[in-house]
């Protein structure tokens, strides 16, 4: 897979994975938590933490992925450079790095969607800068 590819394929996951996130936040309804114990996922999706400058992790998260996807599909067409699309990966990829950090030190608990979260911004960014 190309670096672009890595792009919309995560990208995609991101956008389906922050969706789930936003539905049961707004619902206030539990995730399910997968891999880890139900208590973890909860903890964290109710955490002070799980919103920054008010707004929900997952709705920024949300934003972020779609801005991606849209540059990444500017790029392709050859209308915007590929620096933007740099600069947004790592700042979400650092956002991930920091929650992780909190779900681990600060929380003590971890959440699925949140790990796949990371996965996909540690990969995208991997791909833009190795690839």
Same mark, same amino acid.
């Given at each position: 897979? $190309?670096?672009?590819?890595?792009? &919309?394929?995560?990208?995609?996951? @991101?956008?389906?994975?922050?969706?789930?996130?936003?539905?049961?936040? %707004?619902? @206030?309804?539990?995730?399910? *938590?997968?891999?880890? !114990?139900?208590?973890? *996922?909860?903890?964290?999706? &109710?955490? !002070?933490?799980?919103?920054?400058?008010?707004? !929900?992790?997952? #709705?920024?998260?949300?934003?972020?992925?779609? =801005? /991606?996807?849209?540059?990444?599909?500017?790029?392709?067409?050859?209308?915007?450079?590929? %620096? !933007? /699309?740099?600069?947004? #990966?790592?700042?979400?990829?650092?956002?991930?790095?920091?929650?992780?950090?909190?779900?681990?030190?600060?929380?003590?608990?971890? *959440?699925? %969607? *949140?790990?796949?979260?990371?996965? $996909?911004?540690?990969?995208?960014?991997? =791909? #833009?800068?190795?690839?």
């Amino acid at each position: 897979m $190309n670096t672009i590819t890595f792009l &919309y394929v995560f990208g995609a996951i @991101g956008i389906l994975d922050t969706m789930y996130l936003m539905y049961h936040k %707004w619902k @206030g309804t539990d995730v399910a *938590c997968i891999f880890f !114990p139900k208590e973890w *996922c909860h903890k964290v999706q &109710y955490a !002070p933490q799980s919103k920054t400058f008010g707004i !929900p992790n997952a #709705v920024a998260g949300f934003c972020m992925y779609a =801005a /991606i996807l849209v540059l990444t599909w500017f790029y392709t067409a050859g209308a915007v450079a590929l %620096w !933007p /699309i740099l600069a947004l #990966v790592t700042v979400g990829f650092l956002f991930s790095l920091y929650f992780m950090y909190v779900q681990g030190f600060i929380l003590r608990a971890f *959440c699925t %969607w *949140c790990v796949i979260s990371f996965i $996909n911004f540690s990969v995208m960014f991997i =791909a #833009v800068w190795f690839f």
